[in-house]
């Protein structure tokens, strides 16, 4: 079943860009592996009891204190197939709506990742709002964010490396995966890809990307200069892949895909040197093994960016540099096959990020399945 990420509504003109944005491969030349749909469905209902089994008594994962992990969780379940009136489901999002605050925001009151949670609660919220029932929470919520955003209102010019992007909280360093989050957030809210606060995140988004062009005029873009992406050019500059010895900021493989994935949610067009530029990296750097450029760091936030970024620009097929083609849905489904506990949990030995805690390990999973299915 296609399920709730499909409220994106990507313009037609997104869905002919992102056909055509990778090299499809032809008939004469099929991927070898094709998608097992009875491989998917026990992957997931493994990790489906799994979460189901791991929920505390209040209704939450891992922790009682803060939602982020437990609305992460709630909008896998969910768009796993899962439906809202599932018991456990219930449950978590009758828990979530105890973090909502007078400002319309979805965090716990003294989190530092306020954005973050209330992006994340927003798609929870988002792919369970059947009848409108969640509506007032989620629109109350992207007023929220909008607050959030570093722009004019925080007293920055367009020319600030951190104007448009999103941090943790309000008076954080903006990070691509924050802005991402914010992106996604506000177009499960039902904002258009024009809207400004999108348009401003663009201008964030674009600067994080290792391309000299007139969109990224920082110091970083020449240096590197590969078309991927990084984690922040703000407040001096960072990337968690580390630095060249010119001071260049490595790109990666998350953060490629979140940026990509950002730039159509945008509305940026497939002939953009933007697009062209990512594209590229991501044939050169096409890996189901590692997070590139960070090896098993963040590897399953690697899988959910992935395969929404794929399944966003409607790819099926298509070949990386040297010329394999790759059913990256198939690929992915046996990875995550062979990576799975006996328990039906995902954890990572690498516990940086904190994807050695299962749950959440097992949510960005999920995610990344979701996106698994079949195109017809």
Not at 70 to 98: C, F, H, I, N, Q
Not at 351 to 370: C, G, I, K, S, V
């Amino acid at each position: 079943m296609r399920i709730n990420r499909r409220i994106l509504n990507i313009t037609s003109l997104c869905a002919f860009i992102l056909t055509s944005l990778f090299s499809i491969a032809s008939a004469e030349e099929p991927a070898k592996d094709e998608i097992n749909l009875q491989k998917l469905k026990k992957t997931q209902m493994k990790g489906i009891n799994f979460l189901k089994n791991s929920q505390l008594e209040d209704g939450l994962w891992t922790t009682e204190t803060v939602p982020g992990i437990s609305a992460l969780v709630t909008t896998a379940l969910l768009e796993s197939g899962v439906p809202a009136s599932d018991p456990v489901v219930a449950k978590a999002l009758k828990r979530l709506e105890g973090f909502i605050k007078k400002d319309g925001g979805i965090y716990y009151a003294k989190s530092n990742h306020r954005n973050y949670e209330t992006c994340i609660s927003i798609m929870a919220f988002s792919a369970a709002n059947q009848n409108g029932r969640y509506t007032t929470i989620i629109k109350n919520a992207e007023k929220f964010l909008r607050g959030l955003q570093w722009d004019e209102g925080e007293g920055i010019e367009s020319s600030d490396t951190a104007f448009g992007g999103a941090g943790y909280g309000s008076h954080q360093r903006p990070d691509l995966s924050n802005t991402q989050y914010l992106i996604e957030a506000l177009r499960k809210a039902g904002v258009k890809s024009d809207d400004p606060a999108i348009q401003k995140a663009l201008v964030f988004v674009s600067r994080t990307q290792n391309l000299e062009s007139e969109h990224n005029t920082t110091p970083f873009s020449s240096k590197v200069n590969d078309g991927g992406f990084y984690y922040t050019p703000a407040a001096g500059g960072t990337s968690q892949a580390g630095k060249t010895p010119d001071g260049g900021l490595r790109s990666y493989g998350s953060m490629t895909y979140a940026g990509l994935k950002s730039m159509i949610y945008a509305g940026v067009d497939k002939d953009d040197k933007r697009v062209k530029a990512a594209k590229e990296w991501i044939r050169r750097h096409y890996s189901l093994k590692e997070n590139p450029g960070m090896g098993q760091m963040g590897l399953y936030y690697y899988f959910h960016t992935f395969a929404k970024a794929l399944d966003t620009m409607q790819v099926n097929l298509f070949k990386d540099a040297e010329g394999h083609v790759h059913n990256w849905r198939a690929e992915l489904i046996t990875r995550l096959e062979k990576l799975q506990q006996p328990n039906g949990s995902w954890t990572n030995k690498t516990e940086r990020w904190y994807e050695a805690d299962p749950n959440l390990a097992t949510a960005y999973a999920l995610l990344a399945l979701a996106y698994c299915q079949p195109t017809k």
